[in-house]
């Protein structure tokens, strides 16, 4: 079946200019998750959507990032005024919270290229 | 904060010998997890542990949950090239009812020279 896709899939803009993050998690998942990894490191915790709300936004950089997530399904993660160290790529992931069991099943990600 | 360390954060092994990662929470999980993430590529899930003690095998991996639920370890046996990548382990966010986040580890990135 279809995987959480994510587009774009790079994304290169100039300092200062406005972008926007897409992602389509796995039909029915309810659990949706932003996390940001730059070069070689771990996973940056952004933002965390079950259903429509977000119970979590604490991970949120700076208030030049936002997020929402419309029908319970596609999320779209905006980054205004972009800035240099921006720059990193940008993982979704969903997860069919059931029971104890909710693992995360990841998209492909956005490299995010801040010129 | 809760926090979930790994150790180390780097293994370089010669094709064929062992490998070891380990895990540990400063809280009591409910469950952990363990992904792994090719060079290049994004996690994937590999296994969730639940039980106190628990042991599961997959091929060459086995993955073990500490008696009191605050650690585990992610052992390879005989590494191979294709097990190149950063394996992270991941527990239930400490938040309130209802909440289903994962914090990760920072990784262990593991090199395997042919």
């Known amino acids: 079946g279809a995987g959480v896709s994510q587009s774009p899939s790079n994304k290169v803009t100039e300092k200062g200019k406005d972008v926007e993050l897409r992602c389509d998690p796995i039909?029915?998942?309810?659990?949706l998750y932003w996390y940001r990894q730059s070069l070689g490191q771990g996973l940056e915790f952004l933002i965390y959507f079950q259903g429509n709300s977000a119970p979590d936004k604490s991970g949120l950089p700076s208030d030049r990032f936002s997020a929402e997530r419309t029908g319970g399904s596609v999320s779209t993660l905006t980054i205004q005024r972009t800035q240099q160290e921006d720059s990193a790529v940008y993982l979704c992931?969903?997860?069919?919270?059931?029971?104890?069991?909710?693992?995360?099943?990841f998209g492909p990600g956005t490299r995010l290229t801040v010129t | 904060g809760q926090q979930v360390m790994q150790i180390p954060q780097y293994q370089h092994v010669q094709e064929g010998e062992d490998f070891t990662t380990y895990c540990n929470s400063s809280?009591?999980?409910?469950?952990i997890q363990w992904y792994k993430q090719r060079p290049g590529g994004h996690p994937v899930f590999l296994i969730q542990?639940?039980?106190?003690?628990e042991v599961k095998k997959q091929k060459r991996l086995t993955f073990q949950f500490g008696e009191a639920k605050k650690n585990s370890s992610l052992h390879i046996t005989a590494t191979q090239t294709t097990d190149v990548g950063t394996y992270f382990c991941?527990?239930?966010?400490?938040?309130?009812?209802?909440?289903?986040?994962?914090?990760f580890g920072k990784g262990t990135k593991l090199s395997v020279i042919p």
């Open positions: 039909s029915g998942h309810t659990a």
């Open positions: 991941a527990g239930p966010t400490v938040a309130g009812a209802g909440s289903y986040q994962l914090t």
């Open positions: 992931a969903s997860s069919l919270v059931r029971d104890s069991n909710y693992e995360q099943y």
């Open positions: 542990l639940v039980k106190s003690g």
């Open positions: 809280t009591t999980l409910s469950n």
